[in-house]
C-alpha cells in the first residue's frame, strides 16, 4: 500500500484571480496597442499616413488582404 493518506473534508476557496482594479490598466494598454495594429495593418496609406513611403505598407501587404482591407 501507499504511504500517502489523504485528509478528507478540508477543502479551501480558490483566490479571486485578480479584481477590475487590477486589470483595468492592462485592458487600456492592450486595447491602445490593438488599435495601433490595426491602423498600421488597415490605415497606413494615404493622405493619413505617419510614415512616408510604402515599406509599411508592402511589409503588411498580405496581412492587409488576409483581414479583408482594401489596398488596391
Known sequence: MSDV????????APAP???PGEILPY???AGF???????FV???QGVA????????HEFLHD???LLGFPCH
Open 63 to 65: 496581412g492587409r488582404h
Open 27 to 29: 485592458a487600456i494598454f
Open 33 to 39: 496597442a490593438l488599435f495601433v495594429l490595426m491602423y
Open 42 to 44: 488597415g490605415g497606413e
Open 17 to 19: 484571480i485578480a479584481s
Open 49 to 56: 499616413s505617419l510614415v512616408s513611403g510604402a515599406g509599411v
Open 5 to 12: 493518506v489523504a485528509e478528507r473534508g478540508i477543502t479551501t
